[in-house]
């Protein structure tokens, strides 16, 4: 895997865009897994809005999971050499930060 779209990878086909494919940004994603694959949800949370729609699936064996961890890390460090570090809000955990304004509604019978 790599960070460039054009540059070859040894052994590999080239990878071709299409022309009508229209990028999507997620900010929020559910990882689930079956013995089998691991499962990313993409979503995008946004202000204002009541419910996540998944607006994208993909499904990984776990050696490709484990495969393109390895190339987020890779890239993330490059980033970071480039840019600088990258710090995440808080002390917490990410959901717990990303949802810490978010509660339920009351249930019926509670003051």
Not at 18 to 34: E, G, K, V
Not at 51 to 72: E, F, Q, T, Y
Not at 79 to 88: C, D, K, P, R
Request: aromatic residues 4%; glycine residues 6%; negative net charge.
């Amino acid at each position: 895997m790599t960070d460039d779209p054009k540059k070859a990878v040894p052994g590999m086909p080239p990878m071709e865009l299409p022309l009508d494919l229209a990028p999507l940004y997620s900010n929020l994603a559910r990882i689930s897994h079956t013995p089998s694959e691991i499962i990313l949800d993409f979503s995008r949370m946004l202000p204002g809005e009541s419910r996540l729609a998944v607006m994208a699936r993909v499904l990984m064996s776990p050696i490709g999971a484990k495969l393109l961890l390895r190339a987020l890390a890779e890239n993330v460090s490059r980033y970071e050499a480039t840019f600088g570090t990258i710090n995440l809000p808080g002390n917490s955990g990410l959901a717990d930060d990303l949802f810490k304004n978010i509660h339920p509604p009351d249930s019926p019978g509670q003051d």
